[in-house]
């Protein structure tokens, strides 16, 4: 387990733990040999122990997130492997907190912070689908939100299973043997059918991830994987104003056509389907700032 001083490759010197998860950590460090501060992300002893694609994974994301150019997506600055072995990917400066620790505090989050955030995290998924780039794993984990102000600034992070549907990338088609990738909570319908994953992939995600900041509640959440599972696939969810009774009719309409069983009669693009969140919104609360 890694520990505050520990020295990796670079020279790398780690100073504090930013946030753990399931997956791995993510550390303060002073990048010695580059005379800059960074984040880093060392994968957890589980994680190396049951993924052997791990490590071209992480090489993947090295490899996607310098393609993709955008305020709002991590940027990867090296990835190396430490004199044990592990992989860590080095990004630049992290400070605060995953999206899951503000919800975990404070849901239903105020109308104005969750447009924001989703506008944002938008931002980020455009300019990765620009250049064929799909995340495959939004959730409130993979959202951190940068900074110490009131406004933080929204950053993707954590592109280890992203698929890549066109564009100047090899597709590594990683894949694991009998395993779905990705939090189930947020997964697509299609998905869920092991079918190919689109751009529609991000943005089902990101809905799911709307509805949890503006009610406090996953959306198709059965009690378990495989009836949550059950419930995406038959597209079945709770309309957020029977949930969250300050939201409007404007609001259930917009996740009944994010939620559509037909692809076709959902969003095209992820910033139109933000957009036509901040008039839902608005239809709310027509006080509230917008800017993103």
Request: charged share 25%; proline share 5%; hydrophobic share 40%.
């Amino acid at each position: 387990m890694p520990q505050s001083g520990d020295i990796l490759p670079g020279p790398i010197r780690l100073e504090s733990e930013l946030y753990r998860r399931n997956t791995g950590s993510i550390w303060s460090a002073v990048h010695e040999g580059r005379g800059q501060r960074v984040s880093v992300k060392i994968p957890s002893a589980e994680t190396l122990r049951d993924d052997d694609e791990l490590e071209q994974r992480l090489r993947l994301e090295s490899r996607a997130t310098t393609e993709i150019r955008s305020p709002h997506v991590v940027r990867v600055v090296e990835d190396g492997r430490t004199e044990s072995g592990t992989p860590f990917v080095v990004m630049e400066e992290l400070v605060g907190e995953p999206l899951s620790a503000l919800i975990e505090r404070r849901a239903p989050l105020p109308l104005a912070d969750v447009d924001r955030i989703v506008g944002q995290v938008a931002g980020g998924l455009s300019a990765a689908h620009a250049v064929g780039i799909v995340h495959r794993d939004i959730n409130p984990e993979t959202i951190f939100l940068h900074g110490k102000g009131s406004r933080p600034t929204v950053k993707i992070v954590d592109f280890g299973i992203a698929k890549v549907v066109g564009g100047r990338l090899d597709d590594l088609h990683l894949t694991r043997h009998g395993r779905l990738l990705g939090n189930p909570a947020y997964i697509s319908p299609e998905r869920a059918r092991a079918k190919k994953a689109t751009i529609h992939a991000d943005m089902w995600a990101l809905a799911v991830v709307a509805y949890e900041a503006l009610t406090g509640e996953l959306p198709f959440d059965g009690g378990g994987v495989g009836s949550m599972l059950i419930r995406i696939i038959e597209h079945r969810f709770e309309a957020p104003s029977h949930v969250a009774p300050h939201l409007k009719r404007e609001v259930d309409a917009w996740f009944e056509q994010a939620f559509a069983e037909d692809i076709d009669a959902r969003f095209n693009t992820v910033h139109d389907m933000a957009t036509s969140l901040s008039m839902a919104l608005a239809a709310t609360d027509t006080e509230l700032d917008w800017s993103l």
